[in-house]
């Protein structure tokens, strides 16, 4: 099975600064169509997870540009360009390249 | 507006079965692949089966493999999960998930069912 480690476990943040965090994978993600098959999700307080980057760096429907994906192969980061306070929540990447898909630890984003 | 709707969780003995039932509006599964996502209660999300959009592949997790088994009803546009041989390590919100069709990404998501196995 793929192993996802995301760093760090847990991030304090200001409102209006950047946050980054990271995801490596265990084997390359990099499928033969050149697309790197890792996906990040949004788990809000109380809710179920939110697809935001899938691909690796592609944004899905109604995410904000503030969310950036980039990485390529076993390394992935996901950036936000100035953190707002309803962006609180768990950040897990997860592996969409093979069955068994796996999820990373995730990291717990939280205002300072 | 797609929606995802699980019910049939509750409250079930060690060694019991159980189904829930994902009921999907706004895109019809036989176009679609579907899924059954888990998270034990303070823990984080494990994945635990698939059905491709033409219902032909079906792939498990190690952890329910045998035990588990993904199904649909394409009259009534749902998903199913029957539970069986259940097990303490069971107990979690079940969410059931869409992938967007161009691999296996979660594109949408229910609003989970609790299992809780306990005797």
């Known amino acids: 099975d793929i192993v996802l480690t995301q760093r760090p476990l847990s991030l304090p943040v200001t409102p209006g600064e950047p946050a980054s965090f990271s995801c490596k994978s265990s084997q390359s993600l990099l499928h033969s169509n050149g697309y790197n098959f890792l996906d990040w999700y949004v788990q809000k307080p109380g809710h179920s997870p939110q697809l935001l980057i899938y691909?690796?760096?592609v944004r899905a429907s109604g995410v904000p540009d503030r969310f950036t994906g980039s990485g390529s192969g076993t390394d992935f980061t996901l950036k936000i360009s100035r953190v707002e306070a309803e962006d609180v929540g768990v950040y897990y990447c997860?592996?969409?390249?093979?069955?068994?898909?796996?999820f990373g630890g995730g990291t717990k984003v939280e205002i300072k | 507006q797609v929606s995802l709707v699980e019910s049939g969780g509750g409250v079930v003995q060690p060694g019991r079965s159980l189904r829930l039932s994902c009921v999907a509006s706004?895109?019809?599964?036989?176009?679609?692949?579907m899924h059954w996502v888990r998270q034990a209660p303070g823990k984080g999300l494990e994945w635990v089966a698939v059905m491709s959009h033409d219902g032909h592949e079906k792939y498990y997790s190690d952890s329910v493999k045998g035990r588990f088994t993904i199904s649909r009803d394409v009259s009534t546009n749902t998903l199913f999960l029957q539970m069986s041989g259940l097990r303490p390590q069971d107990t979690a919100v079940y969410y059931c998930?869409?992938?967007?069709?161009?691999?296996?990404?979660?594109?949408?998501w229910g609003q989970g069912a609790l299992v809780t196995v306990s005797s």
């Open positions: 691909w690796g760096s």
């Open positions: 997860m592996q969409a390249l093979q069955t068994p898909l796996t």
């Open positions: 706004g895109i019809t599964l036989s176009g679609s692949g």
């Open positions: 998930a869409k992938d967007h069709g161009a691999g296996w990404s979660l594109e949408y």
